[in-house]
């Protein structure tokens, strides 16, 4: 089974702090992504990454960076966190194009952030 | 703008009882429809995927249908159990370059005895 595990399942941070939201998979999946989820907004990507040390801006990159150091490792990096920057954030993996298992995503259990 | 929406919201059945959940959406050049299901503070877990040339797909008491002229999805949930109280998410992949996935809102699902 693919796993796909995050750091903290529940952070409770301060505004102006800086945020480490780490995520790691076990399936040498080359694709990684992060997402917020909230309310009545559905998923919206952040950043994703096609390969170690590259990546890419999804929809709402702004106040986020990210790193991939290693190909199992996608890190989530809030440079100087504000409240609305709360949310929950996903981590989700994929194998590469033409992979068995196609393009299906598959989820970290999430971690939810409150940003006080 | 690629765009899923998901009616309704939210939806209270009772255990036992029927329930179907639609998915509308206007994303192009179409490549896959996916049902996620998500548990509460879980991350989401697939449950159907569906392409262009598929009407319908079935998964135990879930079943999916597709139609890709009107561009419309419904989820299928027979016999609730109140394990299936949850959002499900309807997520449609472009077939672009990026193969970027469009998410719906979810519909929010209680299942009560």
């Known amino acids: 089974d693919v796993k796909v595990t995050q750091s903290s399942r529940y952070l409770v941070k301060r505004t102006g702090e800086k945020v480490f939201l780490e995520c790691v998979q076990d399936?040498?999946?080359?694709?990684m992504f992060w997402y917020r989820q909230d309310p009545g907004l559905g998923l919206r990507l952040i950043y994703f990454?096609?390969?170690?040390?590259?990546?890419e801006k999804g929809d709402i990159p702004e106040g986020y960076s990210v790193s991939r150091e290693k190909k199992e490792r996608f890190s989530l990096i809030l440079e100087s966190a504000s409240t609305n920057q709360t949310s929950m954030y996903l981590c989700?993996?994929?194998?590469?194009?033409?992979?068995?298992?196609?393009?299906?995503?598959?989820f970290g259990p999430g971690t939810r952030l409150t940003v006080t | 703008k690629n765009q899923v929406e998901q009616s309704p919201q939210s939806l209270i059945i009772l255990e036992g009882k029927n329930c179907t959940l639609q998915?509308?959406?206007?994303?192009?050049?179409?490549?896959?429809l996916r049902w996620y299901k998500q548990d509460t503070g879980r991350g989401p877990v697939s449950l159907t995927i569906?392409?262009?040339?598929?009407n319908t797909k079935s998964n135990g008491r879930y079943t999916a249908t597709l139609d890709a002229d009107t561009k419309q999805s419904s989820l299928h949930i027979t016999a609730s159990q109140l394990s299936d109280s949850a959002s499900y998410i309807c997520?449609?992949?472009?077939?672009?370059?990026?193969?970027?996935?469009?998410f719906g809102g979810g519909t929010r699902l209680m299942v009560k005895p």
């Open positions: 989700a993996s994929r194998p590469g194009q033409g992979a068995p298992g196609g393009y299906e995503q598959y």
């Open positions: 399936m040498d999946h080359e694709n």
């Open positions: 990454s096609y390969d170690v040390k590259m990546k």
């Open positions: 998915c509308n959406y206007t994303v192009s050049p179409f490549s896959n």
């Open positions: 569906m392409t262009f040339s598929e």
């Open positions: 997520v449609v992949r472009s077939n672009n370059a990026g193969n970027m996935l469009t």
